[in-house]
């Protein structure tokens, strides 16, 4: 089985989808047409550059047999 690469499947949808908005796209104002097609250059006009994101991790509390006796949860919420 072939393995997947998230950048070049990012890659291949971008491609598609640049082809899409030029492919439907009609200006009939040359000004306009290239003023489109120089920010479509830039890169970041049709979508945003991908980002990773770190979250942190939650802090572990006390067992729920504990808040159960605590008074904090209902009986029943460890059977859940």
Known sequence: MKQMNPLHILEDLQKTYRLLVEIFQDIANDDIRA??????EEGDFLWRPPFLTL???????????QLVQQGLLHPKIPQI
């Not at 979250?55 to 047999?65: A, T, V, Y």
């Open 35 to 40: 003023q489109m097609h120089d920010r479509i």
């Open 55 to 65: 979250q942190r991790r939650f802090r572990f509390g006390d067992p729920m047999e």
